[in-house]
């Protein structure tokens, strides 16, 4: 294909967007919070030629056409090419095309289509993921939690199915949230309270029932989430990519944490003992399926004396095969030590009791399976499954958390155990909160216009914490080759998932405001062509949202490559200095995407 031209879309003092050429934004955008003062700014489609008033103009010759990675790798002079805007929701790890080749070799009736197949290198695109036709700057944050631009998710058929239980309805250019779910049409505030009633025999709320930290176990659009946040508990919510058609790209666009994920035949990317409670609303789950075998990893991922809150038809209908469902749940719970502590308007909650030898009593009943002694630095990344029951280090019981916000503040055993001090902890902490403070100073924003953001090496998430005070939520990765600290992560009260950066996040384009990697391209320049830098930064710009901030500390020579790379991607660059750990000055790159689009 011929040269395209495309449009600068940043002014990084008035943050306007500004388009020119073949490529530019269509339609309009919006730069502040809904029915707030800033009024929407509107552009036509421009000739080449033209000039705009509100700032100067770059013209850029990238090509559309669909690029594969191939080796070794080339960069065009004339930039990154762009994906044709058929692959404007491009997921690597989740791409329909490549997993139906795979289907006559998964376990179907296990669903292991749904889990993460990353196609081998020469088979992933090798181009910037453009946005759909007419995408606009994402609604701020809370105005967000409740609507989002219908051009940014364009598929209406959940809003079909699920509008009659209040998930999502249409409302003139707008998706409108009202805060229900299928099994609390009337609204989730009314369904937490009613939960934290059945924990605590009617005296309490969830925090008071001791639930700080939640896994949502197919989240729909995280309603459920969303209202556990004026109650400062962190939900971490996941989904397949499945017939439910972007959920995850909706509670995303609403600002609500979520990630793509599957319950099937491997771990979940979480730490053992992570979350208070475990909950599943009509999660499309069959626990009581393969010995509930997908049970004992809620039993692995919960803190002792965490809930497991079930509200689906087996407790609580009495038709089809739902009682025979239900008799099998009570089997298997009783198995594993959970204690039922009440079933009552279509819910029913476990709580797994801190019981050792009703585990090993079971276990010489042959009624359950523990699991031999595990590496509990291993991350749970690929991972199969194990159909026993993990029976908890004392080490791992020993340490009590307090409620948050204190929680914020843990340094935890297990940080000894890798070597980290607890002077090193405390440093690590005051040093984020110092940059933080620059940070924002060198980005000139303020504290709406960054929702989602991501720790692309959370270390001990002293980045996150440093945010705590903010409107914002850090998901924070640990990398499967860094010293296993995610424990440590979800101890502090923060949430945070494992992964390798050889491969692409399981997420849909256009998910984050701010990209944090720190010292991250550093520890992967030795992995070869399987791992490349521009790789790296190839998922950066997947990921990250039109305007979105990318912030990149790491050695000199890397930092001068990625700032010559930068331009080709369609980022705009800045290099500043900033002290490190040991009071030396650093190379920081604070690069933002252009705001661009096909038309």
């Given amino acids: 294909m011929g040269g395209y031209k495309l449009g600068s879309a940043f002014d990084l003092k008035s943050g306007r967007a500004i388009m020119v050429g073949l490529l530019l934004m269509v339609g309009s955008f919006y730069l502040g919070t809904l029915f707030g003062g800033n009024a929407p700014i509107y552009v036509s489609r421009t000739s080449p030629n033209s000039s705009l008033s509100v700032a100067g103009t770059t013209t850029f010759m990238n090509k559309v056409t669909l690029t594969y990675r191939k080796t070794p790798l080339v960069i065009p002079e004339s930039g990154m090419n762009v994906c044709p805007i058929t692959f404007n929701e491009y997921i690597p790890c989740h ?4 997993v139906k080749k795979l289907l006559p070799s998964l376990d179907l009736s296990r669903k292991e289509e749904l889990e993460r197949h990353c196609p081998p290198l020469e088979k992933r695109l090798f181009c910037l993921v453009p946005p759909p036709k007419d995408y606009k700057i994402p609604i701020r944050w ?3 939690r409740d609507y989002a631009w219908q051009s940014n998710v364009n598929h209406t058929r959940l809003a079909e199915v699920k509008g009659g239980q209040n998930w999502v309805h249409e409302k003139g250019q707008l998706w409108w949230f009202p805060g229900g779910g299928t099994h609390f049409k009337h609204g989730a505030p009314e369904y937490i309270q009613r939960l934290g009633n059945m924990m605590t025999n009617e005296t309490g709320n969830l925090r008071s029932a001791g639930v700080f930290q939640v896994l949502d176990v197919g989240c729909g659009v995280a ?11 962190q939900t971490m919510s996941f989904a397949p990519k499945d017939g439910h058609e972007n959920q995850i790209q909706f509670a995303l666009e609403r600002g609500i944490g979520a990630m793509i994920s599957a319950l099937s035949t491997k771990q979940l990317p979480y730490p053992s003992s992570s979350f208070e409670m475990v909950h599943c609303s009509r999660c499309r789950v069959d626990w009581h399926a393969n010995d509930g075998i997908l049970l004992k990893e809620v039993d692995r991922v919960l803190r002792p004396n965490g809930y497991f809150v079930y509200s689906a038809p087996p407790a ?15 089997n298997l719970t009783t198995a594993m030590c959970w204690k039922l502590i009440a079933r009552k308007i279509q819910t029913a909650i476990w709580i797994k009791e801190e019981n050792q030898s009703c585990l090993l009593h079971n276990a010489d009943l042959k009624l359950i399976d523990v699991c031999d002694a595990v590496d509990e630095f291993k991350p749970s990344w690929n991972m199969p499954l194990g159909n026993c029951v993990q029976i908890s280090s004392a ?10 916000p204190e929680r914020v503040s843990v340094y935890s055993e297990s940080l000894s155990r890798i070597g980290i001090t607890q002077e090193e902890f405390t440093t690590d902490t005051s040093f984020w909160q110092d940059q933080v403070h620059h940070y924002w100073q060198l980005m000139n924003v303020n504290e709406t216009e960054i ?7 959370a270390y001990c998430g002293g980045f996150a914490v440093a945010l705590n005070s903010l409107p914002v939520w850090v998901m924070n990765i640990v990398p499967i080759s860094m010293k296993n600290t995610l424990s440590a992560i979800y101890n502090r ?6 992964h390798d950066w050889c491969e692409p996040f399981s997420t849909y384009p256009r998910t984050y405001d701010l990209l944090h990697a720190n010292h991250l391209f550093s520890h992967y320049k030795n992995r070869g062509e399987v791992c490349s830098l521009e790789d790296i930064m190839l998922e950066m710009d997947r990921i990250i949202r039109p305007q979105g901030f990318i912030i990149i500390r790491d050695e000199k020579s890397l930092i001068t490559r990625i700032r010559d790379l930068a331009p080709k991607f369609l980022w705009d660059v800045e290099l500043h200095s900033l002290e490190n750990r040991e009071k030396k000055m650093e190379s920081v790159l604070i690069c933002r995407k252009k705001f661009w689009a096909i038309v």
Avoid: E
């Avoid at 791409?95 to 490549?98: E, K």
């Avoid at 009260?493 to 494992?498: M, N, R």
């Fill in 95 to 98: 791409d329909p095309s490549y």
């Fill in 142 to 144: 809370p105005t967000s």
């Fill in 223 to 233: 309603s459920f989430s969303a209202f556990l946040l004026p109650l400062d508990i």
């Fill in 316 to 330: 609580y209908k009495k038709d089809k095969d739902y009682p025979l469902i239900w008799d099998k749940l009570v």
């Fill in 395 to 404: 080490q791992t019981n020993s340490q009590k958390l307090p409620p948050r």
């Fill in 451 to 457: 929702r989602n953001a991501m720790d692309m090496n």
């Fill in 493 to 498: 009260g923060i949430l945070g998932a494992f």
